[in-house]
């Protein structure tokens, strides 16, 4: 056998060359930071938020539920599946309409609350604010007016006025997000970023501690006029404070000129963006959600049962396609949504906790599992773990291992 002929300075060599791209990877694209990902946003205009917002939409939900699906083999029909999969999950759907409805609750300033007078909207900003800060969901914000040349001082008063309402009641809830809609240029983000940095020495913040959503809703963000995806840079140019990616389904298809009555979640447009979405923040941390359908489930029970059959059909395809997350506009959303996740997760629950168990005992099975997979596979049974869908028990007895394990595979770097 020969010798190795490299010596360390030839390594050294290397190593120099690739310590910049090093850095930058590690830096740029650090990986899933382990926070738990809600499976929607409920948005709900300013004028419209009270104390127990989220209470008084779990109780219509069940409310809707009770008039027009009273029991699992009833909602099972409506949408379309075995009753035998929603029976198992029926007393969880209805416990997370009592205790959890609304996981994520952005408090709309935009395009949903139109019509006010600039002293209207600072006050239904500050009394929102408050209400919702005094009792907030697991997840809460605010979507203001955007950076467009218009909407600009407006949003930015509407930011320096919702964040002094919120630090009143107390610190910042760790779930506490601002969304900035219908950005054009990586410009507007890196007017956000700047706008968050001088808000936190305003108000005598932590450096880094506000953070904020992208909305993708027009054209430009997904190609820029040189071919690249723009979306892409924005992730990056908000200085570590992107904290998702979210979606616009009707600006945006509206912007490719579909035709009103095709403009859906579903479109081949709308799933060209979500995908370059998807790619742009892969290994990032920052989080894509999917939009919404206007379709509600509301009116005579032939109107409901076509509301929901098409909602539900849309979250599962969402997530199947890798967006855990989407909006909600309507209370009578939440059953299918819960019910969607619920039964997408348990669905794959046997095969992926066993394929696990097998990769963490390096058993021969007929399928070969590697690191990235597991890694995978650890990912989808902690989203299931944190949405509710499975117990901590099940989890461990399927897997043969406690529920740390899924911490240490899934937030590893392969």
């Known amino acids: 056998m020969n010798d190795p002929r490299l010596t360390p300075a030839d390594l050294a060599a290397v190593e120099t060359i690739m310590a910049p791209a090093d850095l930058a990877l590690a830096t740029g694209y650090p990986g899933d930071p382990g926070a738990r990902q809600p499976v929607h946003t409920v948005y709900v205009p300013a004028d419209r938020v009270g104390p127990g917002l989220a209470a008084r939409w779990g109780a219509t939900a069940r409310s809707a539920l009770a008039e027009h699906a009273p029991d699992a083999p009833d909602l099972a029909r409506v949408v379309g ?22 996981e994520d609750l952005r408090i709309d300033l935009e395009d949903g609350y139109r019509g006010h007078s600039d002293d209207e909207e600072d006050a239904d900003a500050v009394a929102a604010v408050r209400s919702v800060a005094a009792d907030p969901p697991p997840f809460w914000g605010v979507r203001f007016k955007s950076f467009e040349s218009t909407t600009r001082a407006r949003g930015l008063r509407t930011l320096d006025l919702v964040l002094g309402a919120a630090l009143e009641t107390g610190p910042l809830s760790d779930g506490f997000r601002l969304t900035l809609p ?3 240029s990586v410009e507007q983000v890196a007017a956000m970023a700047e706008a968050c940095g001088r808000l936190e020495t305003a108000y005598g913040l932590t450096t880094g501690r506000l953070r904020f959503e992208v909305q993708v809703e027009t054209p430009q963000v997904i190609l820029g006029p040189d071919g690249t995806a723009t979306v892409a840079r924005l992730v990056h140019e908000a200085q570590g404070r992107c ?9 945006y298809t509206a912007a490719l000129g579909i035709a009103a009555a095709q403009q859906a979640m579903d479109h081949p447009v709308a799933d060209h963006a979500k995908n370059v979405m998807l790619l742009a923040a892969s290994g990032t941390g920052v989080p894509v959600s999917d939009g919404s359908t206007n379709v509600l489930p509301v009116g005579a029970r032939q109107q409901v049962h076509a509301g929901w059959a098409l909602h539900f059909r849309l979250v599962q395809r969402s997530l199947e396609r890798g967006l855990y997350q989407g909006w909600d506009l309507h209370p009578a959303q939440l059953p299918t949504r819960h019910l969607a996740t619920f039964l997408f997760f348990r669905s794959g629950l046997d095969a992926a906790a066993g394929r696990l168990r097998a990769y963490l005992a390096a058993e021969s099975t007929t399928v070969l599992d590697e690191p990235a997979t597991a890694k ?20 461990t007895d399927r897997t043969g291992a406690p529920v740390a394990a899924l911490d240490e595979l899934a937030l590893r770097r392969v």
């Open 182 to 184: 219908k950005v054009t």
């Open 376 to 395: 995978a596979l650890a990912g989808f049974l902690r989203r299931a773990l944190l949405c509710g869908a499975v117990t901590p028990a099940e989890i």
């Open 243 to 251: 904290d998702g990616l979210h979606f616009g389904t009707y600006d």
């Open 81 to 102: 599946v075995d009753p035998a999969s929603v029976t198992p999950v029926w007393p969880s759907l209805l416990a997370k309409l009592g205790h959890e409805p609304v």
